[in-house]
Nanobody, 121 residues
C-alpha cells in the first residue's frame, strides 16, 4: 500500500515563508512526478507545482518567483519552499504522486490527506 505523509503546514504572516514536505512510501517501482495542488474554500483544486523524475518542473503562474519545488528521488520525497507568502496562498495543500508499483504495470495517481496553510496577519 502506498502512503503519502505531508508535513509543514501552519500559520504564517504575509511575506513570510513556509516549507511543505511529502514523503511517499510503499512498493514503488517508478515515479513519473510528485507535486502539490491546493484548494481554497469555495474554489477548485488547482495545481501549484510539479516536478518530474527527470528534474523538469512546472509552476503555476501565481507562484512563479516565490515558490520552489524540489525532490529527493532516492527517498521519494518532494518539498515545496514557499516564500513571500500572500493571503491568496491560503488553502489546503495536497501532495500528489503519479507512480508505478512493483506489483502492477499500471500508472496510478495518489493523494495526500492535505495540510492547511494559512497566511494572515
Amino acid at each position: 500500500q502506498v502512503q503519502l505523509v505531508e508535513s509543514g503546514g501552519g500559520l504564517v504572516q504575509p511575506g513570510g515563508s513556509l516549507t511543505l514536505s511529502c514523503a511517499a512510501s510503499g512498493s514503488i517501482l517508478a515515479v513519473n512526478f510528485m507535486g502539490w495542488y491546493r484548494q481554497a474554500p469555495g474554489k477548485q483544486r488547482d495545481m501549484v507545482a510539479r516536478i518530474y523524475s527527470t528534474g523538469i518542473t512546472n509552476l503555476a503562474d501565481s507562484v512563479k518567483g516565490r515558490f520552489t519545488i524540489s525532490r529527493d528521488n532516492a527517498k521519494n520525497t518532494v518539498n515545496l519552499q514557499m516564500n513571500s507568502l500572500k493571503s491568496e496562498d491560503t488553502a489546503v495543500y495536497y501532495c500528489n504522486l503519479k507512480m508505478r508499483s512493483t506489483d502492477s504495470a499500471t500508472w496510478k495517481e495518489y493523494w495526500g490527506q492535505g495540510t492547511q496553510v494559512t497566511v494572515s496577519s
